[in-house]
């Protein structure tokens, strides 16, 4: 990936010098912060192709960072979290985060994610351009190849991974996947989360689509074995 840029806000300088040596050996440019306040700053004005934001940071913490950072910008994030800390993992998700990886963590698996999200985030830049494919479901309109989602023909503001999870929902009506299903063919990569992410996203994504998130009529539960979409 040429000069592609990690921002790392990780305020264990030893942690943080590793990780940037790998980075550097893989060809990215690399910025850092040691707090939270500095590294919300650095991402707001230095626009990186990808943050890895540590979750307990001094200042303000990693998911203060990344809801201020969600708020107007896509960038992809990758939180760091404490190996026990499920809770970490799952909040982090449902303010936007798109991946996390727990400590202690392989390099070659951070480096392979990092490359993952960044790739997904060019497939994105580069559907702007292509023509539409808008499939319409009553009210909602989906926009297979620019990755829009339009309700009462207002653009509802999705990530790239709950309009990722829409859009494989969608093209595939009425077909039931596991939540183990919906990580290996979604998140992909060898993903090595849990299922509680898939629950987490489609949380997310009722309360952006639905009227009323406690009565979906798009993603539909199949009770003990996972999700489908339906057209109403």
């Known amino acids: 990936m040429d000069s592609k840029k990690v921002l790392i ?23 850092w912060a040691y707090d939270g306040q500095e590294g919300l700053t650095k991402a707001l004005n230095t626009q990186p192709d990808l943050i890895l934001l540590d979750v307990m940071l001094p200042s303000m913490d990693g998911f203060q960072v990344c809801k201020r950072v969600r708020e107007g910008s896509a960038i992809p994030i990758i939180m760091l979290t404490a190996k026990e800390e499920e809770v970490d993992k799952v909040l982090g998700l449902e303010l936007g985060a798109d991946d996390y990886i727990t400590k202690p963590f392989g390099m070659r698996e951070l480096v392979a994610r990092i490359k993952a999200n960044i790739r997904r985030t060019e497939l994105v830049s580069g559907a702007s351009t292509e023509p539409s494919n808008v ?9 297979m190849n620019r990755y829009e989602v339009r309700k009462h023909e207002q653009v509802l503001e999705l990530t790239l991974r709950e309009f990722e999870l829409l859009k494989y929902l969608a093209e595939r009506e009425n077909k039931v996947f596991s939540r183990e299903q919906l990580l290996e063919e979604v998140w992909g990569y060898e993903y090595y989360g849990d299922i509680r ?8 994504l009722r309360e952006k689509l639905e009227d009323d998130s406690s009565s979906p009529k798009y993603i539909m539960t ?11």
């Open 135 to 143: 499939h319409d479901f009553g009210d909602l309109e989906i926009d």
């Open 9 to 31: 806000i990780e305020d264990e300088k030893a942690i943080s010098d590793i990780i940037k040596f790998n980075l550097k050996k893989e060809g990215f440019e690399v910025d």
């Open 197 to 204: 992410t898939v629950d987490v996203t489609v949380r997310r």
């Open 222 to 232: 199949k009770r003990g074995i996972g999700y489908y979409f339906r057209r109403p």
